[in-house]
């Protein structure tokens, strides 16, 4: 291994650790009480040393929204080339969500980073105010199977997918929102999983046209 690529993996390890030390913090203090100066005391830099990788504190954030989103987005994306019906879709959707985000830490650290660093969210994916490229394509996704469910006549065809959308990132910031704010000792990350996905099948159930089954619309659907 050359000195370059030694010292761009070097490079890629500080700020990986750089990342894990504020997403500690964020669970700690939440997004908005957190500086640089606090960062750079909890990764034992110091703040010049800090701003040499990232220039502000929302730099950090959006690369831990972006790292996580873009994670996400390439399961759907991968997922996607199953094909199936809009509720296979949702299904998977769901279960990807479990995958990667099924620890409790990392779905609050996700939820407050995002919506700190996207004030519009949840924002009609029609409209452009989500600054992540990646957030942005994961709502996109979600709009576009509510869109299919509905042109397969699983869902009301007066339902709004736009408003559907919003709704469930509502939902789900919510009962993030109301996690985050418990003692770490409180929280429970399968009982807030369990919440959200009580959470996600209730909506889903909610958006049926009259008359369809709601065993149809069940999220434990076939792996």
């Known amino acids: 291994m050359g000195i370059a690529e030694r010292r761009e993996r070097e490079k890629g390890e500080r700020r990986r650790a750089i990342l894990a030390c504020a997403k500690g913090l964020v669970l700690q203090r939440g997004v908005e009480k957190i500086s640089m100066a606090d960062i750079a005391q ?17 730099a950090i954030f959006s690369d831990i929204c972006e790292e996580s989103a ?51 969210l949840p924002a009609d994916p029609r409209e452009g105010k ?23 006549g699983l869902f009301d065809p007066r339902l709004d997918c736009a408003d559907a959308a919003r709704l469930i990132l ?41 008359g369809v089954e709601h065993s149809r619309l069940s999220l434990e659907g076939a792996a």
């Open 170 to 210: 509502s939902l789900f910031s919510t009962i993030m929102g109301n996690a985050a704010r418990l003692p770490a000792e409180a929280r429970r990350p399968r009982a807030m999983l369990s919440e959200m996905t009580r959470t996600f099948q209730i909506v889903i159930r909610g958006f049926a046209r009259e």
């Open 42 to 58: 909890a990764a034992e830099l110091s703040k010049a040393t800090l701003y040499l990788y990232f220039p502000s504190k929302e």
């Open 130 to 152: 989500i600054k992540s490229p990646h957030v942005g394509a994961i709502v996109k996704a979600i709009y576009g199977m509510i869109e299919q469910c509905k042109a397969e």
């Open 70 to 120: 873009r994670g996400f987005l390439e399961l759907l994306q991968a997922t996607a080339q199953e094909g199936g019906s809009g509720m296979e879709a949702l299904r998977r959707l769901w279960r990807g969500y479990e995958k990667l985000f099924g620890n409790g830490d990392e779905m609050i650290v996700n939820f407050q980073v995002r919506c700190y660093l996207d004030t519009w």
